[in-house]
T-cell receptor
Framework: DQQVKQNSPSLSVQEGRISILNCDYT??????FLWYKKYPAEGPTFLIS?????DKNEDGRFTVFLNKSAKHLSLHIVPSQPGDSAVYFC????????????FGKGITLSVRP | ETGVTQSPTHLIKTRGQQVTLRCSSQ?????VSWYQQALGQGPQFIFQ???????GRGNFPPRFSGLQFPNYSSELNVNALELDDSALYLC?????????????FGDGTRLSIL
């Protein structure tokens, strides 16, 4: 039972345009959501997070939107750059006894020059 | 600020053997979590250590065990290795175990079982 789903395995966008990466979750207990970027042969790098008390969080070119009623979040990258080409993982957890992260399978983003 | 470091980077073992993977947490971080990432999948939570005690465990058998030391570094031990244990093993550290701070990952250990 996949509690965090990234249904599109890949996305290709033109440099300078917007990249929108989507993520859905099923566990209503999740209250903290994160996006990680992963290059080959490296560990995941933390990008941005959002708490369930917010519906938007912005950090430079990266914005994460959270729609709790739809159990959906998205990561917007504007403008996209070739260096953004990587695998992006959505992860979720709930605050409490431990901070186990539940990950989606990832989306491979390719930004074309 | 020193990030999360893992050793070794690659390891080849045969079925039935035992392996120990090591992790140094980011400075100031007292909580360490271990994840297994199979090819084409997202990382799967193995367990977490806080104050040298196991503080939560995922759906992994007891032959996966761990330790945390007073300096917050950690080890992952896997006994009786099976072919399906071939994966990237990731260590992550965080400021606390409460789940409201991001976890920061090392580059992982690639374990291959022959």
């Amino acid at each position: 039972d996949q509690q965090v789903k990234q249904n599109s395995p890949s996305l290709s966008v033109q440099e300078g345009r917007i990249s929108i990466l989507n993520c859905d979750y099923t566990n209503s207990m999740f209250d903290y959501f994160l996006w990680y970027k992963k290059y080959p042969a490296e560990g995941p790098t933390f990008l941005i997070s959002i708490s369930s008390i917010k519906d938007k969080n912005e950090d430079g070119r990266f914005t994460v939107f959270l729609n709790k009623s739809a159990k959906h979040l998205s990561l917007h990258i504007v403008p996209s750059q070739p260096g953004d080409s990587a695998v992006y993982f959505c992860a979720a957890t709930y605050t409490g006894a431990n901070s186990k992260l539940t990950f989606g399978k990832g989306i491979t983003l390719s930004v074309r020059p | 600020e020193t990030g999360v470091t893992q050793s070794p980077t690659h390891l080849i073992k045969t079925r039935g053997q035992q392996v120990t993977l090591r992790c140094s947490s980011q400075s100031g971080h007292n909580t360490v979590s271990w994840y297994q990432q199979a090819l084409g999948q997202g990382p799967q939570f193995i367990f977490q250590y806080y104050r040298e005690e196991e503080n939560g465990r995922g759906n992994f058998p007891p032959r996966f065990s761990g330790l945390q030391f007073p300096n917050y570094s950690s080890e992952l031990n896997v006994n009786a290795l099976e072919l399906d244990d071939s994966a990237l093993y990731l260590c992550a550290s965080s400021l606390d175990p409460n789940g409201d701070q991001p976890q920061h990952f090392g580059d992982g250990t690639r374990l291959s079982i022959l």
